[in-house]
């Protein structure tokens, strides 16, 4: 489906990042975009330079950790369009502190931002979603497998997982769909300095791009693929099925 012409589409996160692709992707496409982000310069950045571009782009200002932010989001987006096809849930933070230095507060902060999020937009968002919906919660390879200091990422990013499953059943009797995707190692920086040993650590020869994301976001959020739901797509160029043999 390539037309996503007047499409009302919401991302979290969107201001930096695999988000930003992500909803620049969609308004290129005709959807008309709502961005949620904490980040304001960078929201009005991207939302001015789609404008420019005459794509449809709106942001939101707000933090997804809180339950307040989060209506107001939804708040706009219904009193704007009173509906909604597709939510991309993205937000997420990435910090690695060591065990013993993570604190409670801390550790709140990552499960609140990244999973309770994803739940909150979940549960209000699809309220303004007619049948065909579409939920894609990002998730992480690190769901399923970790680096040492990566408690509350993990966590979060594991509850994405099990969660993504737990509302494709609550939300099924809507026809409203909920999948996941795993990122593996998605470089948002310089990609050219990424060596030779980063990329032959994926069974497809390089490290992952945004992009890699983005089509996976329209492989599931798209009315055609119906028959999808409940399901948590690895998108990580094989590196979580190669395995390693230290000689």
Known sequence: ??????????????????????????????????????????GDKLTEKLERGG???????????????VLQALEKVKGETNKLHV??????????PPLEELEFS?????????????????KYGSKLMEEGGAIVNIS???????????????????GIVALTHAL?????????????????WIETGNYDELRHVDHEQHLSGRVGKPEDIVRACFFLSDPENDFITGENLVVDG??????????
Not at 172 to 181: D, G, H, L, M
Not at 238 to 247: A, V
Request: glycine fraction near 6%; charge should be positive.
């Open 106 to 122: 801390q550790w709140e902060r990552i499960l609140h931002t990244n999973l309770s999020s994803a739940y909150m937009f979940s």
């Open 87 to 96: 939510i991309i849930n993205n937000a997420g933070i990435s910090t690695f």
């Open 1 to 42: 489906m390539n037309n996503w012409n007047n499409k009302i589409v919401l991302i979290t996160g969107a201001a930096n990042g695999i988000g930003k692709a992500i909803a620049a992707s969609y308004a290129k496409r005709g959807a008309n975009v709502y961005i949620v982000d904490v980040d304001r310069k960078n």
């Open 168 to 184: 494709a059943a609550s939300l099924a009797p809507k026809k409203i769909r909920v999948n996941a995707i795993s990122p593996g």
């Open 238 to 247: 094989g590196m979580t099925r190669k395995m390693i043999y230290h000689h």
């Open 140 to 158: 992480s390879t690190r769901a399923i497998m970790s680096e040492p200091n990566s408690e509350a990422y993990a966590a979060s990013k594991g």
């Open 55 to 69: 794509y449809k782009a709106t942001f939101i200002p707000g933090d997804v950790s809180r339950e307040k932010d």
